[in-house]
């Protein structure tokens, strides 16, 4: 199957601070790409929708400058928490479309970065 | 009423029993049916995926769709403690990497004895 790279896969840092995630598609160009939160034991939250040489769409309640994408080619994807606070602890995970418009279309998930705000 | 209830569990089974994975939903819309895998601390990996009613079968599991009661059922077949995870149901009326279309169940939490 695909493979989409997410980095880091943990990190802990301090309110205020910024942080930035990763997400590459390692075998296959991706126009466009997802980013989603969850928290324990619910289920995915999509934030945005990523797009390779445009700006980002925001879902409903989602700060765009509190949660800054950038998506400068196709195989790079970066969310960056903006002065984080320990309300921003959570699980972020990134997607990508493979194959997009043809029957082999697929979305393929990250691995997840677990956001640690102290 | 969300629009797709998954019980979270947990689901505890022995070792080799059938496991019984359900989701209902609301929208009739929905054309596109998809079964997620997620291991802790892990994104979410496609298992299975259907379009409309009926079954697929796909080795040790099967996904069944039965569009005019709104329910969807992954069966786990001689489960092993590998199969241990959590598994999202998600469906959409677009497609099945239409992300911002896509609904995602809550999450089952299934755990195998050995």
């Known amino acids: 199957g695909a493979v989409v790279s997410q980095h880091p896969s943990r990190v802990i840092c301090k309110s205020g601070t910024s942080v930035k995630i990763e997400c590459r598609s390692l075998?296959?160009?991706?126009?466009?790409m997802f980013w989603y939160r969850q928290f324990p034991k619910q289920s995915l939250m999509l934030m945005a929708t990523?797009?390779?040489?445009?700006?980002?769409?925001?879902e409903q309640g989602v700060e765009k400058d509190k949660f800054l994408i950038n998506h400068a080619s196709l195989t790079l994807s970066t969310l960056t928490v903006t002065s984080a606070h320990p309300e921003d602890s959570s699980f972020y995970i990134c997607?990508?479309?493979?194959?997009?418009?043809?029957?082999?279309?697929?979305?393929?998930f990250g691995s997840g970065t677990q956001l640690s705000v102290l | 009423q969300k629009e797709v209830e998954q019980d979270p569990g947990p689901l505890s089974v022995p070792e080799g029993a059938i496991v019984s994975l359900n989701c209902t939903y609301s929208?009739?819309?929905?054309?596109?049916f998809m079964w997620y895998r997620q291991y802790s601390r892990k994104g979410p990996e496609l298992l299975m995926y259907?379009?409309?009613?009926g079954n697929k079968e796909d080795g040790r599991f099967t996904a069944q769709v039965d569009k005019s009661s709104k329910y969807i059922s992954l069966f786990i077949r001689d489960s092993q403690p590998s199969d241990s995870a959590t598994y999202l149901c998600?469906?959409?009326?677009?497609?099945?990497?239409?992300?911002?279309?896509?609904?995602f169940g809550s999450g089952t939490r299934l755990s195998i004895r050995p």
């Open positions: 997607s990508a479309v493979k194959s997009p418009g043809g029957t082999n279309e697929k979305l393929f």
């Open positions: 075998d296959f160009q991706a126009t466009t």
């Open positions: 990523s797009n390779e040489g445009s700006k980002a769409t925001y």
């Open positions: 929208n009739s819309a929905f054309q596109y």
């Open positions: 259907t379009y409309s009613s």
């Open positions: 998600a469906m959409s009326n677009t497609g099945y990497s239409s992300a911002s279309k896509i609904i």
